[in-house]
């Protein structure tokens, strides 16, 4: 039944991977990688962090080793599920010169079963912002749709926020919302096990294929009490009441320039955040240069080329384009998408080399805005 | 000519002027005429003369050593030509009639003389001219930018 | 029509006529026997085989669809490469994209259209299509203005424009010799000589220092910031709002233009690199 709780132990929850390779999904989720979490092809629940944590921070990513056998005991990847939904770069159609003119084919839709391990509340709803603007609009990203359908998603309500978390001022977590086809609470509490939640008949029909038993009031009363204590150590607030409204009456505040004299418009922000989606098209052509292919890949505002006009970037200064970028998530994006671009996860603070961090350059511009009331 | 008066408050750089100020001017302006390829101006020449352009085109234009004279710009019916009333100084462009041109000509000492005797009609005047120079100096501008490129 | 499969592919095209207008400006025209139906201010996605792809306004005549005109000037790398094409070749063409002239709207009102140089092509469906309606519109002004007089686009068409009974058209030149026996300034020195009131519909189109400049002088004459339209232009990759290219603060160009009413876009284009 929708709606249902039901409780999973351990293998109880590997067989829940593994009714979902049966069903003939690859599997993608966390993993630890390079001293960090990847989001990368899984075979099993062996492949999960177990009993790993990390310590983020402006600028800093550690992981530590938890004192206990948690599998999803850490906040954010650096990677996010935008990996997967807007590859870095896509094939977007093929063209072939020849003496009848050009012979133009799109490749084939991708077609993979895919089941996204462990998505957070802030991710979930990072997808469903890039939904809104990929799939929903008057012209859909045709790639991004046709993978975007066939996702399962298994959510986890999280249970360790990290330093940059403010998933709570975005309104995106720690309970995922709504949009899973399974939403599971990891508790670690007396015996290790999974309060899943079914959002969807498909995730009934794999949860079905597996021993579970029913919840009790205790078992949810647990869950609650995980995803209660982690909304009290978010990292980070962000007040996100009137945020659009104060930055766009802000456009000229001498905060711009002063984050943009740290900035090194080095884009990881862009490209860690699971909501920025610009791309560009690339063209290539083989030797011959009779087939010519045009790419999809990912860019970035940030550099000095993505605005540029008759011979001239259109935001030469990294002031404009910092401006441009957190106008963007914050502000403009409400005027586009009627949402908040920013689900507060945190990344584009954790991933900046020199620890910009936007709730606090918010938090700055908000600040000097309140003082010019009282005193206008 | 007979109705100088209504030929001054017809011009657009005196539209609304008080009636009394444009029959003070009066004395100051005459009618002219000038034929096609004559000048109204030459660069060098000290200008003495505020002209009131009625009809025809005038080109605005810099001499120069052994090639066709630059044409800056033209200017016609409703302009105003000589806008240095205020300040003596030489011409520093030839101004020339394309085709026909009838023009109100105001004396610039006629001019003084009034303006001196009558503060509020020298006030009038100037931030006028002031209008008219500022108005050309902006299109200018924006011709240099050579936009078009 | 040729179904489209994802909005990044582009249909094949093949130049079905070439007509050199000046040293670097050049149309193509392109037989689209099943019509190619547009909306006067759209533009396409324009595909060079291997080189990429350029937006450009479409200058045709939306009443003929079975014929799709564009009006191209060499300045970049895909413009380059069209200019080295001729009739015979063939190209990638997506669209009709984008916002348009509010033709329709207009009518029962007196209509400026003010040009600057290249600026003429986006307007000429515009302008067409307005001649076409005659009857529909009140006054009806043409202003147009150029480098120098051998920089004048559509020469032909502005003789037949300048022919008629019921249109007024002025042509002004920034740059010009004795040869040249029309006005000579900026194209806002034509403002002088017509009627303007604050009830014309006024579509503007030309360098921005040029669109920013006649609305400036527009406004000074009582021309309301509601009544007139503008085209502009940012970078764009893909045309339909999902590269992120073109923004302007909350605006997609390539979708909520690139013809906007003023009023909707002024706060923005006030403030610098936005």
């Known amino acids: 039944m929708l709606g249902e709780h039901l409780v999973l132990d351990r293998e109880g929850f590997a067989a829940v991977l593994r009714a979902l390779v049966e069903t003939g999904h690859d599997l993608v989720g966390p993993t630890v990688r390079d001293g960090a979490i990847a989001l990368d092809t899984l075979h099993g629940i062996d492949e999960l962090p177990e009993g790993v944590g990390d310590e983020q921070a402006p600028g800093r990513y550690r992981l530590r080793q938890r004192d206990d056998l948690a599998l999803f005991g850490y906040a954010t990847s650096p990677h996010s599920w935008k990996r997967e939904l807007l590859p870095p770069r896509v094939p977007l159609v093929q063209i072939r010169r020849g003496p009848h003119g050009l012979a133009i084919e799109a490749p084939p839709p991708p077609s993979r079963k895919v089941a996204f391990i462990g998505v957070r509340g802030c991710e979930l709803a990072a997808i469903g912002v890039q939904d809104q603007v990929l799939r929903d609009g008057a012209y859909a990203d045709a790639d991004y749709r046709a993978r975007r359908e066939q996702v399962f998603v298994l959510a986890v309500h999280c249970s360790s926020p990290a330093g940059t978390c403010f998933c709570v001022s975005m309104g995106t977590g720690p309970r995922a919302g709504s949009g899973f086809d399974l939403g599971a609470t990891e508790i670690l509490d007396g015996e290790h096990r999974f309060v899943v939640e079914i959002g969807t008949p498909a995730g009934r029909a794999i949860i079905e294929r597996v021993a579970s038993r029913a919840s009790t009031p205790a078992d949810r009363a647990a869950a609650a009490a995980v995803t209660d204590s982690a909304a009290t150590r978010m990292g980070r ?6 945020l659009r409204d104060v930055v766009m009456a802000n456009l000229e505040h001498p905060r711009w320039q002063a984050v943009a004299d740290r900035c090194l418009g080095c884009a990881n922000c862009t490209m860690a955040c699971p909501t920025c989606f610009c791309t560009s098209v690339e063209d290539t052509t083989d030797l011959s240069g009779d087939v010519a292919t045009r790419a999809r890949r990912w860019d970035s505002c940030f550099t000095d080329g993505f605005a540029y006009v008759h011979g001239g970037s259109v935001r030469p200064s990294l002031r404009a384009r910092y401006r441009q970028w957190l106008t963007h998530k914050l ?45 206008g | 000519m007979d109705d100088l008066e209504g030929v001054l408050k017809a011009h657009s750089f005196l539209a609304g002027l008080a009636p009394e100020h444009t029959a003070f001017l009066v004395s ?21 003369t505020l002209y009131l352009i009625r009809q025809g085109t005038v080109t605005i234009e810099m001499p120069r050593l052994g090639g066709e004279p630059i044409c800056l710009e033209t200017i016609g019916p409703g302009d105003v030509l000589g806008v240095s009333l205020l300040t003596p100084r030489a011409a520093h462009l030839d101004c020339r009639a394309r085709e026909a041109v009838v023009a109100l000509a105001l004396d610039n000492a006629c001019m003084h003389r009034k303006m001196d005797e009558d503060p509020r009609l020298g006030y009038t005047i100037s931030m006028r001219l002031l209008e008219r120079t500022y108005e050309r100096l902006a299109r200018a501008r924006l011709q240099h930018l050579d936009v078009y490129r | 029509m040729m ?46 085989h291997g080189i990429g792809e ?22 970049g790398t895909v413009t380059r490469a069209l200019d080295h094409l001729g009739e015979g070749s063939v190209l990638g063409v997506r669209g009709p994209y984008g916002s348009a002239w509010p033709v329709e709207d207009a009518k029962g009102r007196d209509v400026m259209v003010i040009a600057g140089g290249l600026g003429l092509a986006p307007l000429r469906p515009a302008i067409l299509q307005v001649l076409a309606n005659r009857a529909d519109y009140g006054r009806v002004t043409i202003l ?32 010009a010799s004795r040869d040249w026996f029309g006005p000579i300034g900026v194209v806002t020195k034509l403002l002088d000589g017509v009627p303007v009131e604050p009830d014309d519909a006024v579509f503007l189109c030309g360098p921005e220092i040029m669109m920013r ?20 232009e940012r970078s764009m990759k893909c045309g339909v709002g999902l590269c992120g290219h073109c923004q302007l603060a909350g605006s997609f160009v390539c979708k909520d233009g690139p013809v906007y009413r003023l009023d909707r876009i002024a706060p923005y284009l006030q403030v610098r690199e936005l």
Not at chain 2, 28 to 48: H, I, S, T, W, Y
Not at chain 3, 146 to 162: C, D, G, M, T, Y
Request: some cysteine; proline content about 6%; hydrophobic content about 40%.
């Open chain 3, 144 to 175: 147009y203005g150029a480098r120098s007089p051998s920089e004048l686009v559509f020469r032909e068409e502005l003789q037949r424009w300048r022919g008629r009974f019921d249109v007024r058209l002025e042509v002004i030149v920034d740059h």
């Open chain 3, 54 to 75: 350029v937006a450009i306004s479409i200058s045709g005549d939306p009443a003929e669809p079975q014929r799709l005109v564009h009006t191209i000037r060499a300045v």
């Open chain 3, 3 to 48: 179904p489209v499969v994802g909005p990044y592919v582009p249909r094949a095209m093949t130049i079905a006529r070439a007509t050199r207008e000046l040293a670097d400006v050049f149309t193509y025209s392109f037989d689209t026997p099943a019509g190619f139906a547009f909306r006067p201010g759209q533009f396409n996605m324009l595909y060079v």
């Open chain 1, 331 to 375: 502000a403009t994006w409400h005027d586009q998408f009627g949402t908040s671009g920013c689900v507060g996860c945190g990344r584009c603070i954790t991933w900046c080399p020199v620890g910009i961090d936007i709730t606090e350059e918010v938090a700055a511009i908000r600040g000097d805005a309140r003082t010019r009331n009282h005193d």
């Open chain 2, 28 to 48: 100051c302006a005459k009618n002219v005429r000038f034929r096609p390829g004559e000048f109204l101006m030459r660069e060098g020449d000290r200008e003495d």
């Open chain 1, 237 to 242: 607030t962000m007040p996100a009441a009137g």
């Open chain 3, 213 to 232: 400049f006649a609305t400036r002088e527009l406004e000074q004459r009582g021309v309301p910031r509601d009544a007139i339209w503008l085209s502009l």
